[in-house]
């Protein structure tokens, strides 16, 4: 006889004698209720009623946890596809700035009028789906939301404030996305 098949007879076994405890139990039921004891009636029904309600709650449990889990699905599903489009929206930004910086603006403007608009869409569509850019220039750096990538002496302002953000940090929904690369102060 194989391994599986010993399994399989070791499980049928376990079953038999699972559905003959489960027999026994029955006819114990049974052989109490036709004793017609209204004490052991009485428990008997209490019982009931406490097994009821707890398969009740622990029915209304589950709905409850999925609903929730269905909800976070729902909220977060697109987190991958949206971190794939952020190095579209941060090269829509660097394009932007060289145009700006150009000495030979005036050439451009119909690009750079182009390009600006195409960053505004996406971030409609951003917004849309609660995809949100940080704002932390100033603020105090929080290792959660930031990664340090330059540390420099700054006398007017405290330690560890942001004064300037190399690749911009998001939120989707009230979670981080990614976090932004900032430089701090000593």
Known sequence: MSRKEKQNQNQEEIIEKEKAEESVEVETENAVLEEDDPELL???IDKLKTDYLRAYADAENTKRRCAQEIEKNNKYAIADF???LLSVADNLHRAIDAVQKSEDN???EALLKG?????NELMKVFA????SKMDIIGTVF???FH???QEVEDEEKPAGTIIAELQTGYMINGRILREAMVVVTK
């Open 42 to 44: 009485k428990i008997q």
């Open 82 to 84: 949206a971190k794939n």
């Open 106 to 108: 005036e050439n451009c």
């Open 115 to 119: 390009v600006e608009l195409t960053e």
């Open 128 to 131: 849309k789906f609660g995809i």
């Open 142 to 144: 929080d290792p959660n």
């Open 147 to 149: 990664q340090v990538i």
